[in-house]
């Protein structure tokens, strides 16, 4: 995790700009006068407006900002309200849950603030809320969300402009063929469940079984995705769970020392979240003791029984993933990879149509759609490349299409800083391989085992320069990752793979 490369320093500096903003937002809060209970969940607000707010421009991060209190105030009113009525409590909770994974289909808005009203319902359950707390409650979010905007827009404006997130791709068909609608009706059964088994294991902390199958459920598609994000939260907690006790524990709930423990939390947070989950959830587990500590409730027994609770959080939701509306690892990696092709193609096209003198072609989005893609694609095929996977010809598989799509993305980049050196001369072989990547893309995209083969044959028959324009080279080095290709995609996952002749 400490050698994970770190571009532009973009982790260190989003964390650093997090520990400022929620810092900010808590400060707010007991400049004016708030209780520890508001000044908790304003904190929480803010990190939450930093972490999940992740729309693709600056004005759209605005508006999903400004809108985080359309989705949260509603929740913390009505969850403030049922507080005392379990059964109606426990049905609102659920539904939020649907409705919250559900509304992933509209992209970053709707994963944006389906997190916040979850978080919202969520942290009355945390803090005992009830309704005449309301009002400062109120005051609390907005105070937070103004410090974290003030912070991400004004003092700190990291971002200038960010790929699109990619939705998760849709299975064929509608209703529950749709990848957000099964994850709906999964999350909701796993809390469910959750809910009623936490409950039996304790009347007053139950509502973290349920916070454990929600945040493994966010930023997963298929089966396997959501057992290893299992996985890494349990390993997570358990680490968490250690060093609250060496730590969190003496502090006693002090204030001073507490307050940099939570800023250390919340840097850790934000620094690990893009390359370990693990990590992340350790931070977190040490936050949520520290947090305790200060309410005068932290000690052993409730360190043991958040392990057991997420334990129980982690089961059901991989009970659900496993007979609710499979999503097969298969079909998700699948629908991954047929879209990072397609942007390989996209990108391959527009700068062969400004290599031929188009001002308009601009492969510089298609790039960087290709690289979140690429992670999606990562993130889709880890459940075949875990240890634990005892597949070995799955596990090499795996591995080999990723190593090939490296291969295939360095050219389409080298290929992109050709396009964009004003002096590149243009090839007129350039168009012939530009139509024999389209042909060799649509071949793999075909579902059809039998144009994979014509894709490599088609490949092998065509002469091929070792030396010539830098542009045809990087073509000519793609055709050939793309042409590689065709053995592992081209048969089944179950048969062994044989590297093409």
């Known amino acids: 995790m400490f050698v994970a490369p770190d571009p532009g320093l973009l982790r260190l500096r989003t ?12 400060a707010a809060a007991q400049a004016c006068g708030l209780s ?51 059964l109606l409590r426990d049905t609102a909770f659920v539904l939020v849950v649907l409705v919250g994974v559900y509304a992933r289909r509209w992209g970053p808005r709707g994963h944006a603030l389906g997190i916040f009203a979850f978080m919202d319902f969520f942290s009355t359950q945390f803090l005992h809320a009830v309704p005449a707390q309301l009002p400062e409650l109120y005051a609390a979010v907005l105070l937070a969300l103004v410090a974290a905007g003030t912070t991400r827009f004004v003092l700190w404006p990291i971002e200038r402009r960010n790929p699109p997130a990619a939705p998760p791709p849709a299975l064929p068909g509608a209703g529950l ?55 890494r939260r349990v390993l997570g907690t358990v680490v968490g769970i250690v060093l609250g006790l060496l730590i969190a524990l003496p502090l006693h709930g002090a204030p001073a020392p507490t307050a940099v423990l939570v800023a250390l939390c919340v840097f850790g947070i934000f620094y690990t979240a893009a390359v370990s989950y693990s990590w992340m ?11 305790y500590g200060l309410l005068g409730v932290l000690d052993t027994g409730l360190l043991v029984l958040r392990f057991a609770e997420t334990g129980v959080g982690a089961a059901c939701a991989g009970l659900a993933v496993a007979l609710v509306l499979p999503i097969t690892t298969h079909a998700t990696n699948h629908a991954w990879i047929q879209r990072a092709l397609h942007s390989m193609h996209a990108a391959t096209a527009e700068a062969i149509a400004r290599l031929a003198g188009d001002p308009a072609g601009d492969p510089a989005p298609h790039a960087a759609e290709l690289e979140l893609l690429l992670g999606r ?25 990723i190593e090939l799509l490296d291969a295939a993305a360095r050219e389409v980049r080298g ?9 590149a001369a243009h090839d007129a072989r350039l168009a012939a391989a530009c139509w024999r990547v389209e042909a060799a893309v649509e071949a793999l995209t075909a579902d059809e085992l039998g144009c994979c083969r014509v894709t490599a044959e088609a490949y092998r028959d065509t002469p091929h320069q070792e030396r010539g324009e830098p542009a045809l080279v990087h073509l000519h080095g793609l055709e050939k990752a793309l042409a590689e290709l065709a053995t592992p995609l081209g048969s089944s996952p179950r048969d062994p793979l044989v590297p093409a002749a």
């Open 36 to 86: 520890l209970v508001a000044s908790i969940v304003g904190g929480l607000a803010a990190l939450l407006a930093l972490f999940t707010v992740t729309d693709a421009t600056v004005r759209d991060q605005k508006i999903t900002t400004a809108l985080l209190p359309v989705a949260g105030f509603p929740v913390l009113a009505l969850a403030t309200t049922l507080h005392g009525l379990p």
């Open 377 to 401: 694609v990562r993130m889709a095929l880890a459940p075949l490349l875990h240890p634990l996977n005892p597949f070995r010809a799955r596990k090499a598989r795996a591995r080999h299409v």
């Open 15 to 26: 964390a650093l700009r997090a520990v400022i903003g929620v810092g900010l937002a808590v």
């Open 177 to 231: 063929a749709r990848a957000t609608t099964r994850q709906a009706v999964q999350a909701a059964a796993a809390c469910a469940v959750a809910l009623v088994v936490g409950q039996v294991l304790s009347d007053e902390r139950w509502y973290w079984a349920v916070g454990t199958v929600w945040w493994i459920f966010v930023n997963t598609t298929s089966r396997g995705e959501t057992l290893v994000r299992g996985f």
């Open 281 to 291: 959830m350790l931070a977190v587990t040490v936050m949520a003791s520290s947090l």
């Open 415 to 423: 290929l992109v800083t050709v396009a964009a050196d004003p002096d």
